[in-house]
């Protein structure tokens, strides 16, 4: 099994290359099989999540063609069948997105129940009754979600929650709907705005999306276009924390500011010092940091995907911080593992109450899902001697060469798979 292994203890200081956004990449992808035109899409991730996403989409005969890394041509005319029962499927959450896609193309869909990161619960109820409010039939049958229309009509949602995934879902089967389609209490997610740029490059036309009334107005049918993905907001934000964690100096380059607003200010507060230029955030941090509460939310509220990462620095801070998790009730299971590495964090219900401790210890943990997998080789990075994070494959599902790119900002860190190979590296690092 690949582990990654750590020598912490240094600062991090250099300049990192942001990667397209994986929940941008994800419906992305699946909103080019709405066409039976090619459609080019650049700067995709190549992470696990969107790898798995394209088998189960050539498992459809999707046929899909990589120009290189991060570029990839699709022709979704020869769709066989509009059900994905792929094993893989299962696997990850996005998966939901295909039902969009393929209810708008075709009327119908059946998909496999979605998995993905064991975060809280994860309810589909607001996806389907914006499929419902455009005519939908939806049942749950076989451990399958099974869709169907006559034909989509518009209709006018109020989503309950502020749901990045209902979102998208809904405002891709609305683009080939009959008439108009109005969805309120929409997420506002820079990958909520991508998507619907990406669906208007191909003749939709969807306005309003980044505030919380998206108008669609359907039309007959898409055609093919170009499109390059934004950067990722997360992957971002986490390694400007790596700084703020590290007592380092990074400047993390091809990022949106404007994106990591809520991030940047935390780490402001915090007192870290930020520079911000046209397409680069530089975080510096040199003196102990500060504490501070927060309480994820919506954006452009603070993440929750990266609460995890501030929890860690706060771990570290001076004082006592107060961290709320408003959306997903199961996503302090990590806590658990940076105790072993000697920080003092209470949970209870949806909070987490950290008194900061001077310094972490190297200890032997797993990453229970992808942020906080992230977030604990952040603190193995930090900590004192030696610290091994199993369960890497969360890491790797939404984090592209994550171990490289640490190296190369200085990182003591390598991906292992035999007891040899570990041993190896602690006798290279000392
Ligand atoms: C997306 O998940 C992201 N995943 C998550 O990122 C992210 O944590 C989350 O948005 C919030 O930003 C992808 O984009 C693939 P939601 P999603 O629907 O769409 C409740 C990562 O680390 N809800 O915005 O599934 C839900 O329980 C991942 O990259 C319902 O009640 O999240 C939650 O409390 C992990 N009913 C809240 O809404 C529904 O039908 C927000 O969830 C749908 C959601």
């Known amino acids: ?26 419906p992305i992808l699946v909103a080019a099989t709405m066409t039976d035109d090619t459609v080019l899409i650049e700067n995709v991730p190549d992470v696990r999540d969107t790898n798995v996403m394209m088998q189960a989409m050539e498992s459809i005969g999707v046929v899909i063609e990589r120009l290189d890394r991060h570029t990839v041509k699709i022709n979704a005319k020869n769709i066989r069948v509009q059900a994905v029962e792929d094993e893989y499927i299962k696997k990850i959450r996005a998966s939901y997105y295909l039902i969009g896609a393929l209810l708008g193309k075709y009327n119908e869909a059946e998909v496999a129940l979605p998995g993905g990161c064991n975060i809280g619960s994860r309810p589909i109820d607001l996806h389907i009754k914006g499929f419902e409010a455009l005519g939908v039939n939806v049942k749950i049958a076989h451990g399958n979600i099974v869709a169907k229309a006559d034909h989509l009509k518009g209709g006018h949602i109020y989503l309950d929650k502020v749901s990045v995934g209902a979102t998208i879902n809904v405002m891709m089967a609305a683009v080939l709907a009959e008439g108009v389609t109005i969805i309120e ?27 919380d009334v998206i108008r669609i107005k359907g039309v007959a049918k898409l055609h093919g276009t170009e499109y390059a993905i934004i950067p990722d907001q997360i992957e971002a934000g986490t390694f400007m924390f790596a700084a703020a964690i590290t007592k380092g100096d990074i400047t993390v380059k091809n990022v949106i500011p404007k994106h990591l607003e809520s991030i940047s200010s935390k780490l402001l507060e915090i007192g870290c010092e930020i520079e911000e230029s046209d397409e680069a955030v530089r975080v510096v941090a040199s003196k102990r940091l500060k504490h501070t509460h927060v309480n994820t939310l919506p ?132």
């Open 1 to 26: 099994m690949e582990q990654y292994v750590i020598k912490g203890g240094a600062p991090l200081v250099g300049e990192v290359e942001i990667g397209g956004a994986k929940n941008a990449a994800l």
């Open 185 to 211: 209490n929409a997420a506002k997610e820079p990958h909520v705005v991508d998507v619907a740029n990406f669906l208007n490059r191909m003749g939709a036309s969807v306005r309003g999306a980044g505030t």
């Open 299 to 430: 954006y452009p509220g603070f993440p929750t995907d990266m609460q995890p990462q501030i929890t860690v620095a706060l771990g570290l801070s001076q004082g006592t911080s107060v961290v709320t998790e408003s959306l997903f009730e199961n996503r302090f299971r990590y806590v658990d593992e940076l105790t072993r590495m000697g920080s003092s964090i209470k949970v209870e219900g949806n909070v987490a109450i950290i008194d900061g401790v001077e310094k972490y210890t190297g200890a032997s943990i797993s990453a229970p899902d992808l942020r906080a997998g992230a977030a604990l080789v952040l603190a193995g990075l930090a900590a004192e001697g030696f610290t091994t994070v199993d369960d890497i494959k969360y890491v790797e599902r939404g984090y592209e060469d994550f171990d490289e790119k640490l190296r190369g900002l200085g990182a003591m860190i390598e991906k292992v798979s035999t007891e040899k190979e570990l041993q190896k590296f602690k006798l290279k690092v000392g």
